[in-house]
């Protein structure tokens, strides 16, 4: 993440028109022998282990979290408490409560002008964008159904030796909160609508993995010893969902999905149209007409690098793709400008928390037999 | 259903070396004016308005069942009885009391050398019977999840008009029974494992519709009057499911999926590799190996159009494929083979009475919440 | 393909309305030994193994001659001397010379009534027949540019043994008569508009082959003897081709694509659109609109089995594909009507002469070093 | 050209270990009012509208040359003259006199340590190196054709407005020159294998356009005045290539492909496998094993994304895609590498200086009716 946040801040404004230039002044890290390589490395201008000095320093604008979920609660309320404006990277927190406090904070912040984003940067793929606008012009017309997957496979073969992702304590939650809180997002997102309900299961499939001699995570092997670890998250999740106005939705996030590799999917389906996406081919939009002539209906193939498709104008001829990083730097780009526009930018921390009711909401639903659960918000929220 | 039957009867061995040559000899309908018509263009050498009639002739030795779900039971029990081997449509019944009692049926006439077989024609699919022998054979390991869908679009449009499919009384079910039953009995086939507890949602997107002037069912228009009429069975199901010995599955089975046609999916992901099947492509199968050479690894196309390849040696030269029909030629063929051998053919009609708890288990998850609802056998057949 | 036809015509029938109804009467044949178990599996009434006995039986009103191609001229002639109508296979003959005087004598037996076609089945493929209909319809617009490839596999293998395919005297042509001259007939057809010149090259890639102890062709492997023998046709033919009006086409046709089965493919490139198709996915067609809203364009993947599909609404319902044999179906449909209506079925013989003479230029000119060659009628031709 | 080689130089060394670490010194510019805007953004600390004060500064190590074709030889012989590593985009000149001039130069310098580069940085995709990588351990076998196509869409439009472009005084070429160098490059460079003929043949389909207002290239329609320009290069290439071996190829290059934007193909068919690339999904290779067991044999779709993939590791977890600027990142990191190194790097201006030879070999093919003619070194280089 570190690799990629930095590309963005150093990218961003040289493909973009900026109100703003960043620049990348200190970065904070635990681990005083490897710091300073990476700074070099990532064209920070100094570093510190300490990261209440980001937050404390006065030359500094914004402060980009991407620590692990445990840490982001007091880090970005002292952010936002000393007037920073805050990148967060998702889940916003480990628990629905702390999402709860910083999103209030955010609120709080943002009547004095200081602007929070939650690293959902998936929205910021051209193609996603571009689903979204044709759905919000009415292209699918009403919706009828909604269809999310994010499908890996690190985890199908049983001997991917434990990671911190695998532990509850460190990481929270596993293929739910780790890659299913992304087609959350964005299902909420394109659609416009907030999901109400859902009825879960979630299941680890491989209970235990031989223990890691250093825990890097993502299917790094590192060396592996004898002993086997009880992983205590889940590498399956699948749900139901009703969104705001009853429609249903099916969800799916796994990482026994054996030869997928990044399959991120959203489909749509309305009553004039679909669009549908997959993570795997990102540069590809698929789009149903209802309303094209009879025998010319089909899914066309839209390679979103057109002037037309968001943020692609800024970039290569058409036809020419880019990468996974260049959603990053979309969203650099988004922030700064919400920024110099002294506009909110989105996601908002709001967003962010009611994706975490949603996953909340998958577990309880698990706890109880899967029934159906309400996404519900506090009564505060409700009285907003 | 009586073209692609007939069709097959009449082909299957113009393509396949078969035992006993089949005739068709009765065709029994309803409507005595409409009838002599479709047996001449059918290729039937007589016709009857009783059914009785086929059931009681000596020279009929097979009884092919199109009738709707309603009339198998009677159909099928007199026809056992009287010594004819039976072939019913699938749904097998409209209730599973009555599947209960045909299976029993069924059982009884096997020890007297009468054969019976639900037509859950996908089976012959070559590249699905294909993707069945590579899992058999431990091609995927040890399976991890299982993925199946069932897509169409002809209900999306709120003006397509009521038909009896939509009508409980006369269909018994929705898209569950008629499209979720496929992949239900798919899913079961080639992992080789029973679904022991479902978790499942029915809805019905569109309830009302306009009234047909005649009702004659998949997206025929006809009359439209003004009046909108009550859909009383679901347009979409979804549902997790939870195999013997715990994978888990996740399901859908809709008419709302704007765009698809028939895309019927099944995807098997297993510790050492996965298939992946949509009818969209009928005569393609994905296959991923884990266990390939680093670097080589991916989806194989598999164009099932090869000799190894089931059903295909009798057809054409490589790579030129089949439609929709050959799956009922080839059930036709592994039915008269299994006369022929004396042997049980497949699927039986307890597969197909399974398959039917398995969709009454979704129904009563979705009346109870959406609760884990388990898949269960009467105790007669427990003590089996 | 005696299987293909005699299916054909058994079919045809059962799922189109036709002005007449065929019977399979009498099956010619060289080998005594096997006739009546072919004319018993293909259900034919009798056999004879003097195809003079077809010609001159009065009950005979159709002829279709699927013999090794030296042997189409003399029947041919025979049968429409005798007033049959004639379905003669592509290639039409193995010389131009010959080709001109069947073309001849249809043309005269036409003047009696008497139809001829040549079997260019693929022109039924709804897809390919349904891009021929978007073309004439201005879908395109004007026409830019045409690609053809007929790509197959059998012979990369430089073992695969020698077959009467492969040598000149039987087959006349190689991958370009065999397989290109497919996609010559379809490119002049859908575009409506004959190739006036080529430049080409030939090549034997693999220049010897093991001999086969019985030569059966198209891969069958039998008995393979250490000596090989030589190949003397092509096995790649590349060519460019001038069609009238000036557009340019570039056609490639070879077995030397290791992995491609049955590639044929066919993509019109035009101002205002595209069509292109690959017969390896046969109910497919992509369509490009370039006059669709901006933003949304791209290929459209149409599955042409809709009601507005040619030949699609006599089969099954929405989004269940067809295969190869239904292309040999389609094709006695339009003879039939063809006959029964009293007009002139496509493709004619003057149609299968000029792709018999795009294909002598093509040999032409790799004999010229490339050269453009002109496809040039004949004097008599040119005076009609 | 110039957003992306700058974006190169910035990135290689946060990605990838490098013996040196690139910095940005001078851009020089013939505008000097839009030349310091340009160097802010790119990331240049100076600038300079004289060329040669790059060429003369003793600070200054490399010289990265994305001028117009006509100003390659000048430029190129003045750097390395003074020393400085050179990388010259393609095509290294517009004419092959001129490039045999510089590849002398680059052979002279490199016996004093100096490093020249031609930018086919498409060399650099993943899937491409990662093609190469297999075609040179033997995957494919004894290769037996190969199919190369550079399709575009851009000119399709007859009123897409003239540009510098398709003016031959300043482009040199067409179509041919512009992409269908890049296939030809790739093809030699994939089999290890010189084109030693060609038999081509250029069209101009659309021989007039628009005058635009500015002349700015690439689709750019600007102000077009009434008044239309003659197109003086060809928008259209066909040509077939003889390799040294005698391997047979088809090449392809067009403006005219509607739909197709950048459908950039190489196929290489061997006796056992292929391996077939599209760049329009430039994350993917497609091989084929013809040695795979019977029965699961099919183009693989591999996701060039893993560590095992050239260049791959240096980014993002598998799955995630890289863009199009990543190939001018790799061509960087593989320069820098190789003045690190002390070795030559790839493609040398000799490798350029065939593709020259190749391109010129066309047009004299096309020039005398497409007969087959050599592509000749001069007599110089056949005594090396």
Wanted: charged share 25%.
């Amino acid at each position: 993440m570190g690799a990629a946040h930095s590309h963005a801040w150093r990218t961003a404004h040289r493909f973009f028109d900026l109100p703003l230039t960043p620049e990348l002044r200190t970065l904070a890290g635990r681990n005083p022998e490897t710091l300073a390589a990476a700074a070099e490395r990532y064209g920070f201008a100094g570093t510190t282990t300490r990261w209440q000095d980001v937050v404390e320093d006065p030359e500094i604008d914004v402060v980009d979290i991407c620590t692990p979920g445990d840490t982001h609660r007091e880090i970005t309320l002292a952010a936002l408490a000393a007037g920073k404006h805050v990148l967060c990277e998702k889940p916003l927190a480990n628990s629905v409560a702390e999402a709860e406090e910083m999103a209030a904070a955010a609120r709080e912040a943002a009547a004095r002008g200081i602007r929070s984003i939650c690293g959902f940067s998936y929205r910021r793929t051209p193609a996603l964008a571009y689903g979204r606008r044709l759905v919000e012009e009415g292209f699918v017309g009403e919706i009828r159904q909604v269809r999310a997957q994010y499908l890996q496979d690190w985890l199908a073969d049983a001997d991917a030796p434990m990671t911190w992702r695998l532990d509850r304590e460190k990481a929270g939650s596993g293929a739910l909160g780790d890659i299913g809180a992304h087609v959350v997002d964005l299902v909420q997102w394109i659609t416009g609508t907030p999901i109400e309900a859902v009825s879960g299961t979630l299941a680890t499939v491989v209970p235990t993995r031989p223990a890691a001699g250093d825990m890097q995570g993502l299917g790094g092997k590192g060396d592996v010893s004898g002993e086997r670890q009880q992983v205590t998250v889940d590498d399956t999740a699948l749900f139901s969902a009703r969104l705001a106005g009853g429609v249903l939705g099916s969800f799916e996030a796994t990482r026994m999905a054996q030869g997928r590799k990044n399959a991120m999917r959203v489909e749509i389906n309305g009553s004039s149209g679909s669009v549908a996406f997959d993570f795997e081919r990102m540069n590809e939009l698929e789009i149903y007409d209802a309303t094209a002539p009879a025998g010319r209906q089909g899914f066309t193939r839209v390679f979103t690098t057109e002037p037309e498709h968001p943020y692609a104008a800024a970039w290569w001829p058409t036809g020419h793709g880019l990468g996974y990083e260049h959603t990053f730097t979309h969203e650099v780009v988004d922030l700064v400008r919400a920024i110099g526009e002294g506009t909110d930018p989105s996601p908002s921390f709001d967003d962010a928390l009611h994706v975490q009711r949603v996953l909340a909401a998958v577990e309880a639903s698990h706890d109880d037999g899967s029934r159906w659960t309400a996404v519900s918000p506090t009564e505060q929220e409700q009285d907003r």
